[in-house]
Nanobody, 127 residues
Framework: AVELVESGGGSVQAGGSLMLSCVAS????????MGWYRQAPGNERELVST???????TYTDSVKGRFTISRDNAKKTLHLQMNSLKTEDTAVYYC?????????????????????WGQGTQVTVSS
């Protein structure tokens, strides 16, 4: 599996900004679609944004125009810039490497059979 470690969460007032980062442990420079998900208390985990190796992005409607996903393939990192934060953005945010990701492990290229998750980072937006 691909190990992912998120950072950058915290507490901020509504209207503020945060940047989340995620570092992958494995070499994922061949092909690996990645994404950010979030889960608020009492809710199911939901997709926030995705990005392909080529930089094609998608966003859920509620964050369009406020969040920007980006990646640095050479550094195996994924970012989520979050601006104009709202109280409803409060959640644990998870980085994910999507199924089908090709990564190098133990000198062998492997195909990720199931989505890999990071441990999550808390984002709290207060009014």
């Amino acid at each position: 599996a691909v190990e992912l470690v998120e950072s950058g969460g915290g507490s901020v007032q509504a209207g503020g900004s945060l940047m989340l980062s995620c570092v992958a442990s494995a070499d994922i420079r061949i092909t690996c679609d990645m994404g950010w998900y979030r889960q608020a208390p009492g809710n199911e985990r939901e997709l926030v944004s995705t990005i392909t190796m080529e930089g094609v992005t998608t966003y859920t409607d509620s964050v369009k125009g406020r969040f920007t996903i980006s990646r640095d393939n050479a550094k195996k990192t994924l970012h989520l810039q979050m601006n104009s934060l709202k109280t409803e953005d409060t959640a644990v945010y998870y980085c994910a490497a999507e199924r089908g990701c090709i990564y190098l492990s133990g000198g062998v290229y492997r195909n990720l059979a199931d989505r890999s998750w990071g441990q999550g980072t808390q984002v709290t937006v207060s009014s």
